[in-house]
């Protein structure tokens, strides 16, 4: 619905462009922010004859560079700046049901390096492994799960007459599930889109976005002496997530952890080295219910935040057997060719949401 950041777009319309055109143009990004990573697509969806991408480091920085979906080149290096480049490409291919763009154009990652202790100094994120990344979250999403006195009595309210953990847990999330959905991102520059808001303010508004409703669940769940932690996720394509580049620009989406016993089954528990049986939720999606996760629309992989326990974890994957449609039809052929009868459909799984 509104974020803080802008960016300025030079878009040429069609009445202007011809077949054989060629459109060139030079970019410069300005950014405060305490990140220290980059990602940048060498292309978008139209062919392109050179493409160029350059960096100038201030003094004692260093550079890490890796490449997605084509192979790794040595930059042009002259003084601080160093420049990737990239030519001929063809335009992208799509067809019916092929993955997005991102997971075909090449392009490239890098990891900005500061002097020795200027990190810490500048209170910048410069991640290098995935618990390293759990950590850094950790705090700000144990901070806003923090309950105030209406949202520990509206979860009193929600759990009333449910006998076992199991029963509330299902009441709690179908409370989640309701809240509206709005997206407003600040203070972008200091991972604002990144960090949820107090759950107290998200009960008290009725709204928030997907980290927000994962909070407010947590808090919820809490309240009832039920552990969960936060799944940072890609929502979009299947295998979008690189393991070997920790970071946080690989995600785009969040949902809940939740510790369960031997009670609960379903096809989104799976069992963590550490933490034991975690059923995972996503309170954005509205129509799946607890025990089952969407994950054809999800990203292999995700980053859980649980303190130096947290780091990349693989999400449970559906059941294809469990997750499908039986149709059964009873017909009749007359002998003058006519046919009639009855088609029934039983949609299983998460099917059932058809």
Known sequence: LYSDMRSQV????????????????????????????????FQGGL???????????????????????????EPLI??????????????????????PPS????????????????GAKLRLLEPRSWPELSGYFTPH?????????????????????RGSKWEQIQALARFAQQVNYISITLDAQRAGGMIPRPARDVHRLNYGDCKDKATLLRSLLASQGIRSHPAIVFAGEESHVREEWPSPFQFNHCILAIEVDET??????????????????????????PGRLDSGRLARHALLIAGERGGLVALPE?????????????????????????????????????
């Open 10 to 41: 030079l878009r040429a319309p069609e009445s202007a462009v011809a077949v054989g055109d060629v459109f060139g143009f030079e970019a410069v990004y300005q950014e405060r922010t305490i990140f220290t990573q980059c990602l940048w697509a």
């Open 141 to 161: 999403y144990e901070s806003a799960s923090a309950a105030d006195a209406a949202l520990r009595n509206r979860a009193e309210e929600l759990v009333a007459g």
């Open 78 to 99: 002259e003084g601080a700046s160093r420049t990737w480049t990239l030519a001929q490409l063809p335009a992208p291919e799509t067809e019916a049901y092929s993955p």
């Open 47 to 73: 062919p392109v004859e050179r493409s160029s991408f350059t960096l100038k480091l201030p003094p004692g920085w260093n550079v890490e560079a890796r490449a997605f979906n084509h192979e790794a080149r």
């Open 264 to 289: 609960v089954g379903g096809t989104a528990v799976v069992e963590h080295p550490e933490l034991g049986r975690l059923l995972y939720f996503d309170p954005t999606d509205e129509y799946t219910p």
């Open 318 to 354: 559906e059941d294809a057997a469990s997750a499908r449609l039986e149709r059964r039809v009873k017909a009749t052929l007359t002998a003058a060719g006519d046919i009639e009868g009855t088609i029934e459909e039983d949609f299983l799984g998460l099917n059932s949401n058809a």
């Open 103 to 118: 997971a075909y154009i090449p392009m490239l990652a890098l990891d900005l390096r500061p002097p020795a202790g200027d």
